[in-house]
């Protein structure tokens, strides 16, 4: 992810692919499927047959569907002898897509009208809490009417409960400046996080004041990462600047994410800007400062006062994160660090889960196959909590829980860092490892 | 275009989310790791023998050409459907089957990947021998077909000294069980027929191979070169003494520079070649062993000779040498990868014949050889689009294989003939033997409807 290619910088990366099939080991589609038009090799075959004249880009449904089938999760990426960048291949096509095609509904609704607009997915959050609060989630799932949207039905499931409060509004209660301050630190609170997962936003901001850092939380955009995903480039590149502005507007030392996605894209605003001729340097002052939270927490160390939580834990690397970032160990780190808790790795902890931002709605079977895959990993463990580092894997592994009936919680490293951290320093208050909602 | 009839049936057969028509589809199908292209008619993915036996029924009765196809990995284009026809996924029949520890065989389904196997057994102690470059995704099925080897296959040997019997789906539909007698086999090798017959005798639906105990000690080593030549002489040195090691490759500088590229490993990219070495054995056999092939680099002009410290380090070194065809992909868009073989003691003639025949030519060859075998792995690049550059490449490919049965070796030692030795078939067998060879393609596949067009050319079997 990051940034758009001319058709020539396209055409050499896409030749680099030699069809070794070195893909099949990793690719998630293939491996659920074992059918070659859902491995990575076949996307990149593809793209070059349209860029050879063969075919063109969206006059072809299945090619389109062929393509928009990919999970971007750089699983191909990171064993590729040539390392031929599918995921960016893949974004790029779809940007070829949508310019002869137009931007697809889901893309035009979601992204575009939603979620590049704060006020608008504070009001949706409103709404679906109520949807879910009133038990009218109930009557409309037994009323069969899910069924008649067929896919998009499919998406209500993976819903997760709205908090009652967005990050935003618990921010007066939760911002305290430390006794001493080592770093001032912008929080960037995406969307997931502000909107959905509230919880985790909250942990975090605990965490990082609790280890002297001076924290701000300015109003800021949607990162940009479901449009580019979606190949809507144009309008990744306005969000970014928007929120470099934001940003370095507070002068932080340091820019901070909880999520994944959200961390990874950042990081990479430079290279999505670096040929803007206003934007270009801010943007690298601004993505050299970006820190995944995991990552910015073991390099400054933090405080080791922790009180003991029981349990078992096992950690799902999200695809932003492992290979978007290259971070495994940091997470495992601090969790290891929580006396008490027993860290279990599962099989293919770093295989995607099928969330993949909208793909679970998108491609509601295909992902639930990937899903059962990840489930019986994890249930193999033994483990009672799921740790993940992004709110996107959060809520498909949620929903993973809720589907294969188990009693397991989906945690941030940070939820279970706070709790042992508070727990420590106020003795005798009972602090519960799951069930913190 | 296959009739409404066909795709009804099968259809019928498969399933209809298990089989593929349309020209998008079959796109995924059209091609393997080689340089070569053609659409098929229809994929379908198959998941169990029944359905593969009925799927020949349908063919015989139509006339029509079917194609097995593993994990698409081929270097020849063996599964290529240049006839078009109907191309078998057998990724699907994935499951191994049994292991028996006590009679050292395990039982698997030929969309078992070599590395899935090798995993499975080694939790017993044992490996499966024959381990090609492409083991993490290359299946069993594949290897069979192709009569694969692999790194090892200097010490243990190719695939056809691995394999114990099959289950194969015969052109008609019936279904046949060959060799279970396991290793003391009465009667005709009919079994060692199959293997390396490139899916033109049958489709391999099971299949029971040789397990080969995991040795006490392993040992690996890197000598380093500043001349190909010194490398090559090396081996033969080596060779000469006795020593069979379990692997012992070359690879040339642009090969250690395109996977260092990949995997930054600190390779040393000034060598003009490297040699990577593994014996194995009991623990004080293979320290002997090291000593005496470190002596012998040294003598010969090695410029360091490092032995890997930890498994780790052991493991970064394969996968280098395993990532060689994929990385190659850096410097051309193409290449065609050859594995001619010569007498071992040939290999260093044959490796200088190779460097002087791409300095004729104008052109890029990287080469890497499993050069304790005298396998040698010639990889011609080219620019697809540069049809002035495809043809230097095509005429340095011809005299390759010219060079390499002059100094009485063979056209491939583990990739199979395919499509891309088709041509030079006439140079490396007489005319009698050719006939002779299709005397037994018409005795298994009457109508030539099994991966028709590879190995034999289809004009020879026409007439």
Request: aromatic share 6%; net charge negative.
């Amino acid at each position: 992810m990051g940034k758009e290619y001319s058709l020539q910088e396209l055409e050499k990366r896409i030749l680099r692919c030699n069809r070794c099939g070195t893909c099949q080991d990793v690719c998630p589609t293939y491996r659920i499927t074992g059918n070659e038009n859902d491995v990575a090799r076949s996307r990149v075959r593809l793209a070059r047959l349209v860029l050879e004249g063969k075919y063109q880009w969206g006059e072809e449904e299945q090619l389109t569907a062929n393509l928009n089938a990919c999970l971007l999760c750089k699983a191909c990426v990171a064993v590729c002898p040539a390392n031929v960048p599918t995921d960016e291949i893949v974004m790029e096509a779809r940007k070829y897509t949508q310019q002869r095609k137009g931007l697809p509904p889901f893309n035009r609704i979601a992204y575009r009208g939603v979620f590049s607009h704060n006020k608008r997915l504070a009001l949706l959050t409103r709404v679906i809490r109520m949807y879910q609060k009133s038990g009218m989630n109930r009557v409309v799932q037994r009323s069969g009417f899910l069924k008649l949207l067929k896919d998009w039905g499919k998406a209500e499931d993976l819903l997760p409960p709205m908090p009652a409060q967005s990050l935003g509004q618990m921010l007066p209660d939760l911002l305290r400046p430390p006794a001493s301050t080592t770093l001032r630190v912008v929080f960037f609170a995406g969307c997931a996080i502000n909107f959905f997962y509230s919880r985790i936003g909250a942990a975090s901001i605990r965490v990082l004041q609790a280890n002297a850092c001076q924290v701000a939380v300015p109003e800021v955009g949607c990162c940009g990462g479901p449009h580019q995903s979606g190949g809507d480039f144009s309008e990744a590149m306005r969000l970014a600047k928007g929120n470099i502005d934001r940003v370095l507007a507070q002068r932080p030392d340091v820019i901070v994410s909880d999520c994944a996605t959200c961390s990874s894209v950042l990081k990479e605003y430079a290279a999505l800007l670096g040929n803007d001729a206003e934007y270009g340097p801010r943007s690298a002052e601004f993505s050299a400062k970006v820190r995944d939270i995991n990552e910015l927490i073991v390099e400054k160390g933090w405080l080791r006062d922790l009180a003991p939580l029981a349990g078992r834990v096992s950690y799902h690397d999200p695809c932003h994160l492992a290979r978007g970032q290259g971070i495994t160990a940091a997470p495992r780190t601090i969790l290891r660090s929580i006396p008490g808790l027993e860290m279990v790795e599962m099989r293919e902890a770093d295989m995607c889960c099928g969330g993949a931002g909208s793909y679970g709605a998108l491609h509601p079977d295909m992902s639930r196959r990937i899903l059962d895959r990840k489930m019986g990993n994890f249930k193999g463990t033994g483990a009672t909590i799921l740790a993940t580092s992004c709110p996107s894997c959060a809520m498909q592994l949620e929903y993973g829980i809720r589907r294969h009936g188990l009693t397991a919680s989906v945690m941030h490293p940070m939820e279970l860092l706070a709790l042992s951290c508070e727990k420590g320093r106020a003795p005798g208050a009972a602090a519960q490892t799951s069930g913190e909602r | 275009m296959l009739s409404p009839h066909v795709q009804r049936e099968l259809t019928r057969i498969f399933g209809e989310d298990d089989v593929l028509t349309s020209p998008i589809s079959c796109e995924a199908y059209a091609y393997d790791s080689s340089p070569f292209f053609a659409q098929p008619e229809a994929v379908v993915l198959a998941d169990s023998t029944e359905e593969i036996g009925q799927l020949m029924e349908l063919a015989t009765r139509h006339g029509i050409v079917v194609i097995a196809r593993g994990a698409g990995t081929n270097l020849s284009g063996g599964c290529v459907p240049t006839h078009g026809g109907i191309v078998v996924a057998m990724s699907r029949m994935d499951r191994i089957l049994e292991i028996d520890p006590v009679n050292e065989t395990a039982w698997v389904e030929p969309g078992v990947t070599n590395m899935a196997l090798q995993e499975a057994v080694a939790a017993h102690g044992y490996m499966f021998a024959p381990d090609p470059a492409s083991l993490k995704v290359a299946t069993i099925g594949g290897n069979v077909a192709e009569c694969a080897g692999g790194m090892r296959g200097v010490k243990f040997g190719v695939t056809r000294d691995h394999l114990l019997a099959l289950e194969v789906v015969m052109s008609d539909g019936e279904v046949v069980m060959l060799g279970e007698g396991g290793k003391y086999l009465p009667g005709i090798d009919v079994t060692g027929l199959f293997c390396g017959s490139e899916g033109t005798f049958g489709i391999i639906t099971k299949i029971k191979v040789k397990l080969t105990p995991l040795a006490e000690a392993v040992r690996t080593m890197m000598a380093v070169f500043d001349s190909l030549d010194k490398a090559g002489d090396t081996v033969s040195a080596i060779i000469a003494k006795g020593i069979i090691p379990t692997t012992l490759e070359i690879m040339d500088q642009v090969l250690v520079r395109a996977v260092d590229d990949f995997l930054q490993l600190g390779l040393p990219r000034e060598a003009e070649a490297i040699l990577l070495i593994e014996v194995d054995g009991f623990a004080v056999e293979v320290d002997r062993q090291c000593e005496t092939i470190v002596a012998i680099c040294t003598r010969l002009g090695a410029t360091r000779v490092s032995r890997a410290n930890s498994e780790e380090e052991r493991k970064n070194l394969w996968l280098a040498r395993r990532s060689g065809n994929g990385a190659l992909g850096r410097i051309k868009a193409a290449y065609m990868v050859q594995d001619v073989t010569v007498p071992r003691y040939k290999l260093p003639g044959m490796l200088r014949l190779v460097a002087d025949i791409a300095s004729k030519y104008g052109i890029v060859i990287a080469q890497m050889a499993h050069a304790g075998d005298g396998n040698l792995h010639p990889h011609l690049l080219y620019d697809p689009y540069d049809p002035d550059e495809k043809q230097r490449v095509e005429e340095a490919a011809k005299e390759i294989f010219h060079a390499a049965l002059e100094e009485g070796g063979t056209l491939t030692g583990e990739h199979g003939i395919g499509i891309e030795k088709l041509d030079y078939m006439p140079w490396a067998f007489s005319q009698d033997d050719l006939e002779f060879m299709l005397l037994v393609k018409r005795a298994l596949d009457p109508q030539m409807l099994l991966n028709r067009g590879k190995v034999l050319s289809f004009a020879m079997e026409e007439s």
